[in-house]
């Protein structure tokens, strides 16, 4: 039986980093409850750590192989579509590489992009 005022939490962070930089696993906690407001489930991904709670206390322990919504900052992207396509690639190799048990939920996987930077306006000479 389900209690509805009842939530179950998972925390982890990555096998390949310090103590100290799992610590963000603690902001994961904060913003979680703000951006997801009211949801019976909710997950966040930080660079180092991962942080999900539901209502239900069946999701710990298990694989997890669904997709969920991902938000990818295109403003500023010359070919939106592509940059998706390939974001989406991207996502699913890492995905397929953290659930083999070799790799104890970890998945790396990297692509390529171009950047440029163009600073517009008068550069001051500072002598440090």
Excluded at 79 to 106: H, S, Y
Aim: glycine share 6%; aromatic share 8%.
């Amino acid at each position: 039986m389900v209690k509805e005022d009842q939530v179950y939490g998972l925390a982890q962070c990555r096998g390949d980093v310090s103590t100290e930089d799992c610590s963000s696993v603690k902001d994961a906690a904060d913003k979680i409850k703000t951006r997801c407001l009211n949801e019976a489930d909710a997950r966040i991904w930080y660079d180092f750590c991962f942080l999900r709670y539901n209502n239900k206390s069946s999701f710990i322990g298990k694989v997890d192989t669904s997709y969920g919504i991902l938000y990818a900052n295109v403003q500023n992207v010359s070919d939106p579509e592509n940059f998706k396509k390939e974001l989406g690639a991207l996502m699913n190799q890492i995905r397929k590489e953290a659930v083999q048990p070799k790799n104890r939920g970890l998945g790396k996987a990297e692509t390529q992009l171009l950047l440029s930077l163009l600073c517009i306006g008068t550069m001051h000479k500072r002598h440090f």
